[in-house]
T-cell receptor
Framework: AQSVSQHNHHVILSEAASLELGCNYS??????LFWYVQYPGQHLQLLLKYFSGDPLVKGIKGFEAEFIKSKFSFNLRKPSVQWSDTAEYFCAVNLANSGGYQKVTFGTGTKLQVIP | NAGVTQTPKFQVLKTGQSMTLQCAQDMNHEYMSWYRQDPGMGLRLIHY???????DQGEVPNGYNVSRSTTEDFPLRLLSAAPSQTSVYFC?????????????FGQGTRLTVV
């Protein structure tokens, strides 16, 4: 069964610091990868996604993620965080190009706290 | 365009009570699902549906029932609430295009069972 690991459970950064959140998945096939963000008291929103092509994916609000197939990783990065980036971030994965419905597996989430 | 709408936003139940969490989407999405979110455990899939009349179990289905009579609606029923079902519940929908599709989430229902 596929699984997603987010090793950082809680990250605290000062404004303008750089961010990298780790995401590793376990599945040998072709996958689709997602990062979702959940701001305090709100629902999950898509931050960025990777289906195919350029492994460096640009998302909203200056976020990017790099898919490294050999490492089964899809780490999220941002060069300079803002207080408004305080949120919980979820990595997710599902099978690609398999037809029909494919279940999405979510990681346990990383809470990011940005200190002004 | 309302997207995915969940009601109620908050609910307190007594152990043993039953209730239905409502979920509706107006994007004509075939796929709908229910997740529960618990601290340190991420989102876990409860039940899902790939179209009207078709449902299946997810990772944590016990204690929950679903039905899908229309494309738009996907209610989640708690038959006899237990304190272990205290959680935040999210409904999501997406188009059915293999795996390369994002999920759209509702605002969530915070359920407390006492």
């Amino acid at each position: 069964a596929q699984s997603v690991s987010q090793h950082n459970h809680h990250v605290i950064l000062s404004e303008a610091a750089s961010l990298e959140l780790g995401c590793n998945y376990s599945y040998g096939g072709t996958v689709n990868l997602f990062w979702y963000v959940q701001y305090p008291g709100q629902h999950l929103q898509l931050l960025l996604k990777y289906f195919s092509g350029d492994p460096l994916v640009k998302g909203i609000k200056g976020f990017e993620a790099e898919f490294i197939k050999s490492k089964f990783s899809f780490n999220l990065r941002k060069p300079s965080v803002q207080w408004s980036d305080t949120a919980e971030y979820f990595c997710a994965v599902n099978l690609a190009n398999s037809g029909g419905y494919q279940k999405v597996t979510f990681g346990t989430g990383t809470k990011l706290q940005v200190i002004p | 365009n309302a997207g995915v709408t969940q009601t109620p936003k908050f609910q307190v139940l007594k152990t043993g009570q039953s209730m239905t969490l409502q979920c509706a989407q107006d994007m004509n999405h075939e796929y709908m699902s229910w997740y529960r979110q618990d601290p340190g455990m991420g989102l876990r899939l409860i039940h899902y549906s790939v179209g009207a009349g078709i449902t299946d179990q997810g990772e944590v289905p016990n204690g929950y029932n679903v039905s899908r009579s229309t494309t738009e609606d996907f209610p989640l029923r708690l038959l006899s609430a237990a304190p272990s079902q205290t959680s935040v519940y999210f409904c999501a929908s997406s188009t059915r295009q293999g795996g390369d599709t994002e999920a759209f989430f509702g605002q969530g229902t915070r359920l407390t069972v006492v």
